[in-house]
């Protein structure tokens, strides 16, 4: 399902304004940096002070709930070359979050009154994988879907740095094979390539390239390719696997997920 949903996202290109993007700019990348920031340094202290959890399965899990999902955990592995094992626990209690924020994030947004916009861009922020955050977007409206997904973008684009980054600091921890040898490379191995197909589809709305009955009929092929790839989300999740890892790593996404989403709505409450 993964490739119908970033098809779907580049096309959604279509519907976003570029003065929206300048105008959220820096206001995004504020809330985007305190949430990367925010969610990984807690993670990491909670796995390896509180729940005595492996430091590379708690750098796993810190990578995917700050970053991206699965893909974060499957780009910093490959730069700090865990076990097999590892990665497992730390992809199936990301998968876990998932399924459950995908249900819990509309619920409380239409608990408290969140504005589409505040919603979209707390979901985007805070929530952990690229499809569930755009499930739950469009399914609380159209614009907090945009939004949702514009901020999660922002997100995934910083994959490559934060791999970069672990497999330096456990190559200087004596971890001789955790390193890039390239980080260039690296960088545009790990880019999430969609990306630059979403921002090129804005810019050329952007520059009135597509007429309106273009605009429409793009989006609504975007919003069935959404259709059917939420529809193999619930696939990926892998019980066994997650009963094997236990508590520990699910705690320690909990709480964090917890502090940050909480911080980060009560500061969007406060921006916005």
Not at 142 to 170: D, F, M, Q, S
Not at 185 to 191: E, G, I, M, R, T
Not at 254 to 262: C, K
């Amino acid at each position: 399902h993964s490739l119908l949903l970033e098809t779907g996202i580049v096309l959604m290109g279509v519907t976003v304004v570029l003065q929206q993007v300048v105008d959220a700019g820096a206001q995004v990348l504020l809330i985007v940096g305190f949430t990367i920031c925010g969610t990984m340094i807690t993670v990491e202290i909670l796995a390896r002070e509180i729940f005595n959890i492996h430091k590379k399965i708690g750098s796993l899990l810190a990578a995917g709930a700050g970053v991206c999902g699965v893909s974060a955990v499957v780009a910093v592995a490959g730069s700090i070359k865990p076990n097999q094992q590892h990665i497992a626990y730390a992809a199936a209690t990301i998968l876990l979050f998932d399924a459950v924020s995908l249900v819990l994030y509309p619920a409380i947004g239409h608990l408290f009154g969140l504005s589409d916009r505040i919603f979209g861009i707390w979901a985007g922020a805070t929530m952990l994988s690229t499809g569930p955050v755009t499930a739950a977007g469009f399914a609380y409206s159209k614009t907090a879907g945009e939004w949702a997904v514009l901020v999660k973008l922002t997100r995934n684009a910083l994959i490559g740095i934060v791999a970069i980054g672990y497999a330096l600091y456990y190559s200087r921890q004596g971890t001789t094979d955790a390193t890039v040898e390239n980080k260039w490379w690296y960088l545009w191995a790990s880019f999430p390539k969609f990306i630059i197909g979403f921002v090129a589809i804005m810019l050329l709305r952007s520059a009135g390239v597509f007429s309106e009955a273009h605009i429409r009929a793009i989006g609504n092929t975007s919003n069935w390719l959404f259709v059917v790839a939420f529809a193999g989300l619930g696939l990926s999740i892998d019980i066994n696997e997650l009963r094997e890892s236990g508590l520990k790593p699910v705690l320690a996404a909990a709480l964090s997920l917890l502090m940050i989403s909480s911080l980060t709505l009560a500061a969007l409450h406060h921006v916005f």
